[in-house]
């Protein structure tokens, strides 16, 4: 079984929510992220998403483009990521998602990427730049290699639509909990609440909130209406602000914070 449906299912069973933290590969370095990848599995991530940077990368913010391009400067490439990825899971069993940009695995062909991907022990794709009735190809490569390619959600999403997504997902439905690109907000969109209670009549798929959650407060109410949090550009931004030799530990500090808060614990940090 997928690792990412056999992480999801064994939280469902004892009743936890998920904490799925996202950076971006290559920021700010190849060797960071390597360090911060174990920091994140060992202080309480239950998946860990992986961005693949990416030149025109729409659906996200400033904080992760920024990152993104920082990466890219670098020099980081995908190889480089699927041995990064690879590396990782030789040491830790926490499921690896790729966030990727349909180019990028159009550009290396559908089949090839899903391949090396499972290869590099990745459990699952998420294409923000994907439309669900334009998966149809992506989908078959990601089954043949053992792999998901997540499904999205947004309170904008019709009922009619809503019903057929559902009905094709596995592992997680990222539930897009603002209207707008990723970043920090304030407040989740209004929406949220009815999102979810139209998705959970037509799937019992793990619902997955992301984009805006931006601290330990919003994780907590978020794992409250939710099976998992997906927080990123608030995680970026602690390693953007920190000083090099201390971000490792504001990382940890941080995740520390989101766990206790989606484990139902008081807040006092994040």
Do not use: W
């Not at 989908?139 to 904008?156: H, K, V, Y």
């Not at 971000?247 to 989606?262: K, T």
């Amino acid at each position: 079984m997928n690792e990412l449906i056999k992480t999801m299912n064994k939280l469902r069973k004892h009743n936890r929510k998920a904490l799925i933290p996202f950076i971006t590969a290559g920021y700010p370095n190849v060797e960071m992220t390597e360090k911060l990848l174990a920091v994140l599995a060992e202080n309480g991530a239950d998946v860990i998403e992986l961005g693949i940077p990416f030149t025109d990368p729409l659906a996200d913010g400033p904080v992760l483009q920024a990152a993104a391009t920082e990466a890219l400067a670098c020099g980081i490439v995908p190889n480089q990521i699927f041995a990064l990825a690879t590396r990782f899971r030789e040491k830790y069993d926490t499921p690896l998602v790729f966030l990727v940009y349909y180019n990028m695995v159009f550009s290396r062909g559908l089949e090839a990427f899903c391949r090396d991907a499972a290869k590099a022990g990745i459990s699952a794709l998420v294409v923000p730049d994907l439309p669900f009735e334009e998966a149809v190809a992506l989908d078959r490569a990601a089954e043949a290699a053992g792999i998901i390619n997540i499904r999205f959600l947004s309170p904008t999403t019709s009922d009619h639509r809503l019903e057929k997504i559902c009905g094709s997902a596995a592992g997680f439905i990222y539930c897009v909990a603002v209207t707008g690109v990723t970043g920090e907000r304030v407040q989740m969109d209004a929406g949220v609440d009815s999102l979810l209670l139209r998705a959970r009549k037509h799937t019992n798929v793990s619902l997955a909130l992301g984009f805006g959650i931006s601290n330990a407060a919003q994780a907590k109410a978020a794992a409250q209406k939710a099976d998992a949090v997906i927080v990123g550009s608030a995680l970026t931004r602690k390693i953007m602000d920190a000083e090099p030799s201390n971000s490792l530990s504001v990382v940890e500090e941080f995740m520390q914070a989101l766990r206790n808060a989606i484990d139902g614990g008081d807040i006092d940090a994040g």
